[in-house]
């Protein structure tokens, strides 16, 4: 998947996150804020890694603000910034 456009999925809201993503041609570069950064904060990037990699996205720099969203929220606002960015 080609990352061609600038997107955000998600809230500020308590147990969300925000993730917006920006083309790159550096690779993929992940910028992580979170209230629980401390105690998740590595779980938090694994994530973002791991889908961006089962959508085939090689290239982007994805922001996260993040105010103590479960797994999935976080899975799933990233996967929707990603394709949003790509269409």
């Known amino acids: 998947m080609q990352i061609t456009n600038n997107s955000v999925a998600g809230t500020l809201e308590s147990s969300d996150c925000l993730v917006s993503v920006v083309p790159s041609d550096t690779g993929l570069s992940i910028d992580i804020q979170s209230s629980v ?4 904060g590595a779980q938090i990037k694994r994530i973002i890694e791991a889908t961006a990699q089962e959508l085939g996205v ?16 976080i899975k799933a606002r990233t996967t929707t910034a990603l394709r949003r960015a790509s269409a």
């Open 37 to 40: 950064m401390m105690q998740f």
């Open 58 to 73: 090689s290239q982007a720099s994805i922001s996260i603000n993040d105010k103590g969203a479960l797994d999935c929220t």
